[in-house]
């Protein structure tokens, strides 16, 4: 897909540096973090590492909220938006992605401690995010988030998954109204569809091939296209599907999307079996149900992607491989593992800390 959308490009050094850029800071991550996972506790590790980048950036957000500038860089809020560390209210989908992996806390800390327990220190680690989601006012990212709890549902299945559903439903509800952008008038007005439209109009005057990546301003210009409520210079139509379809053509967009469905389709196949026959035993291990959220983060940015970015804006993209990279990961290495020998590791591991933990 990335080869035609370069290749045939009527300007091609453009889409060389638009798509070259992804090659170091994208592309490459999903080899990187398969390597990070060998195991349940390297899992662990990177279930805590997105807590504490959602706990940071969250706090960030918050000291944004309360002075008006973030500490990290000294960004200010934008257009009423909290923007974070990233100087922009594209941070609402960066908190969103980050979240869904954290999420597997709930079963890391319920490994040792009770219900209650678990759930206080779940929201004491993790309401800053949720602010920054709320202050960023990113519908797409609250929909992201809403979509990873009706993953899960898929997953888990049972008679609870009515639950999941209604939970699903209640949070994208809640957030949308907290930031107050979901109310008809502000979606009826939202320049996506006049950037959606033009998206199509450029598609269809380059349909098997595509007009080359990054060139989704300039197609347009040359067609005397202009945006109803965007700014000329914008260079994305605000929806990864069609940024694929304009860019690389019916050819592209099938080839990318066999890449990404096909992993979802995937990991969805070896982790669901796995993951209910570990929640009906008895095991210590949570090995499938943390990897069973790293899977949804990568679903999340699918469906985040739907009003979010173009296929290489590199933080986004960046979020997505390493997710896919961790699932992957996981799910090649627990293969092999039966329940017994995931169950043995965990109390290794958990016999360890204690070990480690002994004056």
């Known amino acids: 897909m990335i080869a035609i959308g370069v290749v045939f490009s009527e300007h091609v050094w453009v889409s060389v ?18 390597e990070c996972v060998h195991g349940e506790k390297d899992l662990r590790r990177l279930v805590w590492a997105c807590v504490l980048a959602c706990f940071w950036e969250g706090l960030d957000g ?26 922009d209210y594209t941070v609402g989908n960066y908190i969103a992605l ?29 309401w800053p995010a949720f602010f920054l989601l709320i202050g960023a006012a990113s519908r797409s990212g609250a929909l992201a988030v809403a979509a990873a709890v009706g993953l899960w549902m898929l997953l888990r299945g049972g008679r609870g998954r009515w639950k999941f559903a209604v939970m699903s439903l209640v949070i994208l509800l809640c957030v949308l109204a907290l930031q107050g952008r979901a109310g008809v008038g502000a979606v009826e ?7 959606w439209d033009i998206a199509w109009r450029v598609f269809c005057e380059h349909p098997w091939l595509g007009a080359g990546a990054g060139r989704y301003n300039e197609a347009f210009r040359a067609l005397g ?20 379809l304009y860019a690389h053509g019916i050819i592209g967009f099938i080839l990318g999307m066999i890449f990404l469905l096909g992993f979802v389709w ?18 210590p291990s ?36 390493s997710h896919l990279g961790v699932m992957i990961g996981a799910v090649v290495n627990g293969l092999g593992a ?8 965990a109390r290794r591991d958990e016999a360890s800390a204690v070990e480690s933990s002994t004056p």
Not at 62 to 87: E, K, M, P, V, W
Not at 305 to 311: A, E, P, V
Not at 338 to 345: E, H, I, S, T
């Open 17 to 34: 540096l638009h798509a070259g850029t992804g090659l170091n800071k994208g592309f490459i991550l999903p080899f990187i973090a398969m």
């Open 62 to 87: 918050l000291h944004q909220a309360l002075t008006g500038a973030d500490f990290i860089l000294g960004y200010a809020c934008n257009a009423g938006r909290l923007t974070g560390s990233l100087g």
């Open 98 to 126: 980050a979240l869904i992996p954290a999420f597997a806390l709930w079963f890391v800390l319920r490994r040792a401690l009770s219900p209650l327990v678990s759930g206080l220190l779940c929201f004491a680690l993790l």
């Open 189 to 195: 007005r939202d320049g996506r569809w006049s950037l």
């Open 225 to 244: 296209l202009t945006p109803e409520k965007d700014l000329i210079t914008i260079s994305h139509p605000h929806n990864l599907y069609l940024d694929m």
């Open 266 to 283: 995937w990991g969805y196949r070896r982790i669901r079996p796995r993951l209910l026959a570990e929640m009906a035993g008895q095991s």
């Open 286 to 321: 949570i090995y499938w149900r943390m990897t069973a959220w790293f899977w949804i983060g990568f679903g999340g940015w699918l469906v985040n992607g739907i009003f979010g970015h173009d296929f290489y804006r590199i933080w986004w993209l960046a979020l997505a491989m």
């Open 338 to 345: 039966a329940p017994d020998d995931l169950a043995a590791q």
